[in-house]
C-alpha cells in the first residue's frame, strides 16, 4: 500500500476501533492481550499499545467494564466485558455504518 492508502486506512481504523472492540466483546469476555492480537491478526491496530488507553477510555465511559481474574498457575488477567450501554452503541454504529457504507459504495460504483 502507498503512502497516501496507508493514511485512509489508518485514518478509517482509528474511527472504527472502538467499534470493533465492542463487536469482539459482543461475543465474550477477553482480556486485553487477547483483544490486541484479535484486531492486530485483522489489521485493525498495529500494536497493543494504542489499545490500552481506547480501553480506558472506554471504561470512562461506561462502554466497557473489567474484572481481574487469576487462572491457577497463572497472573491475574485483567478481563473486559460489554456492558448494555456498549451494546447500545455497537448497535447504533451498525446502523450508521451499513448506511454510510452503502452510500459511500454506490458513489465509488458510479465513479468507475
Do not use: H
Not at 492508502?5 to 485514518?11: D, F, M, Q, S
Not at 472492540?21 to 484479535?38: C, F, I, K, P, T
Not at 498457575?73 to 457504507?101: N, S
Amino acid at each position: 500500500m502507498d503512502g497516501t492508502g496507508e493514511r485512509i486506512a489508518t485514518n478509517l481504523r482509528k474511527g472504527v476501533l472502538e467499534f470493533c472492540v465492542l463487536s469482539l466483546l459482543s461475543r465474550r469476555d477477553m482480556y486485553g492481550l487477547e483483544l490486541a492480537n484479535a484486531l492486530i491478526e485483522r489489521r485493525l491496530t498495529a500494536s497493543e499499545g494504542s489499545l490500552y488507553p481506547l480501553l480506558a477510555r472506554m471504561r470512562a465511559s461506561g462502554t466497557v467494564e473489567n474484572r481481574w481474574e487469576a487462572p491457577p498457575g497463572a497472573r491475574a488477567r485483567r478481563y473486559y466485558a460489554i456492558t448494555e450501554i456498549g451494546r447500545a452503541q455497537l448497535a447504533a454504529f451498525a446502523g450508521v455504518w451499513r448506511e454510510t457504507a452503502t452510500q459511500v459504495d454506490a458513489l465509488l460504483e458510479g465513479e468507475r
